[in-house]
């Protein structure tokens, strides 16, 4: 019988349980979990704070593992049949219809109002549908991807790297440009490393609290700045001055302080881009110090701001092999030496330092 980590109702502690193993669907599989996550969506989870989530719950929405036990045929996306004993990541979203009015006019399938994902809307009376288990259940249709990648490489990155490669696409970053990123969690770390491969001169961050933000100079952020320690318009000051009084080209919005959302449109140069991705819970709006303008934050700058939620399976895919790739794994390396580790009993203490930001990323180990 497997173990999982289960929150059982909103506000409550991680308990451990044992489940039944599933019945395997046609097509379906069950994978041995080697790594999963705790990221800053399973804080909130665990406080209750995002809407739609069915508990209890099995967090844990990015994993690798080995599939265990394949019914039926299960392949990629080229057409290549798994085979049990194949070590894979999963799309921790399923069910895009690709039937919808979003997903076939809007082609905006991360709108998709069928999607489930993984350790968020799947609970546990769906199965064992979480990574902070020995097991997850892969439902029909679940979009496995083969692991080339070293798996800690890989989960160096997490699920911060897709999100944060889709905010980076949506930023649509010039040869050339600086760019700012706001925020020096695991999503403002992967947005430093992805901005540059995408071209970008100098990405700047402005984050805290000090280790994260050394973590962001050493995949090569050009300059950094604790904002805990600066004002506001010190903090514009010190943007304005690294370009020649204008102000960045783009501009990653990656803190989850709804503050944010406006300084990040101060901070960018006229007719820039801002890409808002940090804003994954509902904080409420800004303060009224950070009032928005639209006339200064927005027309008058002739500002581009694009909205980013989620991502599919192309932010996954491109995630997967990026980080498989010897030279240009070399950032989410320099990661991996500062992963924490926590086994399936240590969850509330892997939460509560993730929570304090005690850690950069925090992994589970079922097996450990
Ligand atoms: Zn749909
Ligand atoms: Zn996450």
């Not at 739609?52 to 967090?59: M, Q, S």
């Not at 036990?69 to 299960?74: A, P």
Request: net charge negative; charged share 25%.
């Amino acid at each position: 019988m497997p173990v999982v980590a289960v929150i059982p109702k909103p506000s409550a502690a991680v308990e451990l349980r044992e489940v039944t193993a599933p019945e395997l669907e046609q097509n379906s599989a069950l994978l041995a979990v080697e790594l999963s996550e705790v990221c800053g969506t399973d804080v909130y989870l665990q406080k209750g704070l995002l809407e739609g989530v069915p508990y209890p719950l099995v967090p844990g929405h990015v994993s690798v593992g080995r599939l265990r036990k394949i019914r039926g045929n299960l392949c990629d996306v080229e057409g290549k049949k798994f085979r049990e004993g194949d070590r894979v990541t999963f799309l921790d979203v399923h069910r895009t219809c690709n039937a919808c009015w979003y997903c076939l006019v809007a082609k905006a399938t991360t709108r998709c109002p069928h999607r489930k994902v993984y350790g968020i809307t799947y609970g546990l009376d769906d199965g064992l549908c979480g990574g902070w288990a020995e097991q997850i259940y892969l439902k029909p249709g679940t979009r496995c991807i083969r692991l080339d990648a070293d798996p800690e490489t890989f989960m160096a990155g997490g699920c911060a790297l897709p999100t944060a490669l889709h905010a980076i696409e949506r930023g649509d970053i010039a040869i050339g440009d600086t760019v700012l990123v706001l925020g020096s969690g695991p999503v403002g770390i992967n947005a430093i490393i992805l901005a540059l491969m995408r071209g970008a001169l100098k990405v700047l961050c402005i984050g805290a609290p000090h280790h994260r933000l050394e973590a962001a100079s050493q995949v090569s952020a050009s300059d950094v700045l604790n904002f805990e320690d600066h004002t506001e318009r010190e903090r514009l000051d010190w943007v304005l001055e690294s370009t020649n009084g204008r102000g960045v080209d783009v501009t990653i919005e990656a803190t989850g302080a709804p503050d944010a959302v406006v300084q990040a449109m101060r901070f960018t140069r006229d007719a820039g881009r801002v890409v808002v991705v940090g804003q994954y819970t509902d904080h409420g709006p800004t303060s009224p110090e950070v009032a928005f303008n639209p006339h200064l934050d927005l027309n008058k700058k002739h500002l581009d701001v694009r909205g980013c939620w989620g991502s599919d399976f192309s932010h996954f895919y491109r995630a997967a092999h990026i980080v498989a790739d010897s030279n240009r794994s070399v950032p989410w390396e320099v990661l991996k030496a500062k992963l924490s580790r926590y086994r399936l009993d240590q969850a509330n203490e892997a939460l509560a330092d993730v929570k304090e930001g005690r850690v950069l990323k925090a992994l589970i180990e079922p097996g450990r």
